[in-house]
């Protein structure tokens, strides 16, 4: 089946708030999007319509669906997001989605593991909200910096750590994947955060022979896999569209040598 | 009830007969299906297709694009699937839809570039060639031929002899006389001229201190370019009398205007198409309201109407 993507032109925002020292939540009326929007997609955001700057879209995954709204969890990091994070409830947006392949859930597996760290958390309430949807049972593994960047995940069954050690366990996410993988029977791994915490991940899951998808990022333009300019190196030495192939991969099909393209 | 005057959009560029002047430009719109959904290839009086080499190529090393004040830089490296593919899995569904269809080609040497145009002049579905001799990205072909005169004019000539239909010449911003460019292409027998690429760009990452880019520099698009882009325009313009197709940061129908009334017969866009895929249904409305406030009533009455 083609998969329906879709411009709006103008998406009303319904609420927008701080949920931690750097993070925002924004909620949009997507009734046209949030019918068909799958966890692991994206929603491309045109930040000033009519204005030359910033030019292209940005890219967000989808945090969560709810009826007729879309939302978005993001962290102020240039000029785009900054101008992102001055718009107000009733002001609207010029959105593109819902885009890429999101994560397949496999229903045979025990247990669902959602890896995260730090904006890594954002496609993790809609696939939490999916596997529920499947009566499987999602835990979230959830690494931040501080308690102050902390977003409050919204998801029963959660595991904290931070590098400072202000909230849940001092360390880093990967230590609570080991643990937990200890005690596991047949698990399957789905991961978002920055590279290097996905390259450790995707290590640990190689090593125990579990099943990880990974959540990835890169500079896009058009959002669509028309330009290749969004391109990873994959395991076959072949360069793939994160976009449309993506952002979601089987952590096999990545070629984990190269530098982080962000 | 005064009724509304339909305005004729239609242009002819060297006998290429066009339903609109609204083009899509080359490595913007993929192949045409990508963007299925947000714009459609028929939306186009023609869709270019991403430059197409006669062996797969790759592409350069990420980060590949890069977002500059008002523009973008891109370094992808004619990434393209290769003329077998393009031929078998690409052009079919293209086909189908109710636009005209210009191949973009490249190749390392003079041999390649004539081995596609014969290849392309044999499919009666592609009436037309864009040439790529403007391309900042790779090292070999592309730009080697576009910043010389004599080199322009040899492998135009070459090409000439291998294909029959409308041959489009794509210009380089990145010289010092782009009329001379344009001059020795048109005697070389270019039907028509396609103007500009991208323009060579950088950018810094002050962070890591080092370039942004993974082939350290790209070509710069967008807004950024509209001015460069006109001024080459205007000087080409005075200097060949075939037809001329004008781009360079497009974004809307004032600026497609600019390039009309400047001399383009018609119009690409490229960066837009990232920005808003529906800027080509939005120019082509704003292209006709301007047409109706103004009295005119065919939009091929537009080009090069500047008055100095
Ligand atoms: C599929 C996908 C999903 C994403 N989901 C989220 C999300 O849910 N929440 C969130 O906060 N962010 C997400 N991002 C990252 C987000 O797109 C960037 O943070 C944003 O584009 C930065 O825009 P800016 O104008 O503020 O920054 P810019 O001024 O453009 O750049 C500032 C810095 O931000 C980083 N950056 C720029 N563009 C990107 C990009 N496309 N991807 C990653 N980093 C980038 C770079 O490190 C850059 O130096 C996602 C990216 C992708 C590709
Ligand atoms: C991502 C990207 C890929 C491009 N690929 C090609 C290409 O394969 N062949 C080509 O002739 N021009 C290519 N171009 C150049 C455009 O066709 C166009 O000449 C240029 O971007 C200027 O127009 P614009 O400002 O409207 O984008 C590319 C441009 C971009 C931004
Ligand atoms: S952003 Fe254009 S191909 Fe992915």
Redesign the pocket.
């Known amino acids: 089946m083609m998969k329906k993507i879709l411009q709006i032109k103008n998406a009303p925002i319904l609420f927008h708030r701080k949920v931690s020292s750097c ?1 925002r939540h924004i909620s949009l009326s997507l009734p046209a999007i949030a019918g068909t929007a799958e966890p692991g997609q ?1 929603l491309h955001l045109r ?1 000033s319509s009519g204005s030359p700057s ?1 030019l292209l879209r ?4 989808i ?1 969560d669906v709810q009826g007729d709204r879309v939302s ?13 994070s001055k718009m107000l409830p009733g002001e609207t947006l010029d959105v593109i989605g819902p885009l ?1 392949m999101g994560f397949d859930i496999d229903p045979q597996k025990r247990e669902h593991l959602l890896v995260a760290g730090g ?1 890594g958390l ?2 993790m309430g809609l696939l939490a909200r999916s596997l529920k949807g499947m009566k499987l049972k999602p835990e979230l593994l959830y690494g931040c910096r501080s308690s102050a960047e902390l977003v409050k995940p919204g998801i029963t069954g959660c595991q904290i750590s931070s590098e400072d050690g202000s909230c849940g366990k001092k360390g880093l996410v990967t230590s609570l994947l080991l643990d937990r993988l200890r005690i596991c029977r047949d698990p399957a791994v789905y991961a978002c955060g920055p590279w290097p915490m996905l390259k450790a991940v995707a290590g640990i899951c190689h090593k125990n022979n579990i099943p990880c998808q990974v ?6 333009a058009c959002g669509v896999g028309a330009c290749q300019g ?1 391109v990873v190196k994959n395991s076959d030495g072949n360069y793939v569209s ?2 449309d192939k ?2 979601v991969f089987n952590s096999r099909q990545i070629d984990w040598d190269q530098d982080c393209v ?1 | 009830m005064k009724k509304v005057k339909t305005i004729d959009l239609r242009v002819s560029i060297a006998g290429l007969e066009l339903k609109n002047p609204v083009i899509a430009a080359s490595g913007t719109f993929g192949y045409g299906a990508e963007y299925s959904g947000l714009a459609e290839p028929g939306d186009f009086g023609a869709i270019i297709t991403k430059t197409v080499t006669l062996e797969p190529r790759p592409g350069n090393r990420p980060p590949r694009i890069c ?1 500059t004040s008002c523009g973008m830089l891109n370094s992808i490296g004619l990434a393209n699937v290769g003329f077998a593919v393009f031929r078998e899995d690409k052009l079919p569904a293209l086909i189908k839809k109710n636009t005209v269809i210009i191949a973009n080609i490249a190749g390392n040497t003079i041999e390649e570039y004539v081995e596609l145009a014969a290849r392309l002049n044999k499919i009666s579905d592609i009436p037309a060639l864009e040439l790529n001799i403007s391309c900042p990205n790779v090292k070999l072909g592309g730009i080697a031929f576009g910043t010389d005169p004599a080199s322009a004019a040899a492998l135009t000539k070459a090409v000439r002899r291998a294909y029959k239909k409308t041959l489009i010449v794509k210009l380089s911003p990145n010289v010092s006389d782009i009329a001379g460019i344009a001059r020795a292409v048109e005697s070389s027998g270019a039907d028509a001229l396609s103007l500009i690429n991208t323009l060579y760009g950088m950018a810094v ?1 002050i ?1 890591k201190q080092r370039p942004v880019l993974g082939n350290i520099t790209g070509g710069l698009s967008g807004p950024a370019i509209k001015p460069v882009a006109l001024y080459n325009l205007y000087k080409v313009h005075h200097s060949v009398k075939i037809p001329l197709i004008g781009l360079g940061g497009i974004m809307d129908h004032r600026d497609a205007l600019e390039f009309m009334i400047t001399g383009a017969a018609a119009v690409q866009i490229g960066t837009a198409n990232f920005v808003n895929p529906s800027a080509v249904k939005d120019i082509l409305s704003g292209l006709a309201g301007y047409c109706r406030e103004n009295d005119i009533t065919r939009i091929k009455n537009l080009t090069g109407i500047l008055k100095c």
């Open positions: 993070a994206f930040i910033p940005r890219p967000f995954s945090n978005i969890l993001y962290e102020v990091k240039g000029a785009g997001t900054k101008l992102l890429g904006m954002a496609p959540s990835l990022e890169s500079f896009m969004c994160v976009c993506g952002p962000i | 977002e990452d962070k």
